[in-house]
């Protein structure tokens, strides 16, 4: 049963790129949400999508975007990048949205901005 | 505004005993907790959940208990053993009914033998 997965594990860029984060969900669900954590600290939610739209949305500028695909994978985009954004970005799926279902996360993208 | 909060950064407990976490929140419209565990390298690990109908749920060696009219929660883990040394994260979601995860600043566990 395969758990969530995240591509790549690590990626370095730098001030002003953009970048694009890739998630598979767990087997059988179909809600992906997306959340970034800064070192020490806990994740922060940007956002959430089901049924290829966005649901819910965190405290997260306009250079945060994503999609969701037919096939339930997500991709998450950052524009403009700035130092930041240098963090630790998490996938979690979970089948509906449902509030009472728990969400499982994958190992996430350690993203470095120079 | 830090909704969910871990008071105590970091935890000792000797093998065997018992281990307890805290959390507190301050917002009353979350109706859902849940306990993640986290390894370096590794994504947050879902542990054990609990619904506000409820004040307690077990799950093996883990308990969580509510308080809602302290909104507190709390972890217990009997016995500890030491692959339970880890960062643990509680979070709560369901204000107007969405499922987006509210998380605390999570508290380190290590386990001595």
Known sequence: ?114 | DQQVKQNSPSLSVQEGRISILNCDYTNSMFDYFLWYKKYPAEGPTFLISISSIKDKNEDGRFTVFLNKSAKHLSLHIVPSQPGDSAVYFCAASGIQGAQKLVFGQGTRLTINP
């Open chain 1, 1 to 114: 049963d395969a758990g969530v997965t995240q591509s790549p594990t690590h990626l370095i860029k730098t001030r002003g790129q953009q970048v694009t984060l890739r998630c598979s969900p767990k087997s059988g669900h179909d809600t992906v949400s997306w959340y970034q954590q800064a070192l020490g600290q806990g994740p922060q939610f940007i956002f959430q999508y089901y049924e290829e739209e966005e649901r819910q949305r965190g405290n997260f500028p306009d250079r945060f975007s994503g999609h969701q695909f037919p096939n339930y994978s997500s991709e998450l985009n950052v524009n403009a990048l700035l130092l930041g954004d240098s963090a630790l970005y998490l996938c979690a799926s979970s089948l509906g949205t449902s509030n009472w279902q728990p969400q499982h996360f994958g190992d996430g993208t350690r993203l470095s901005i120079l």
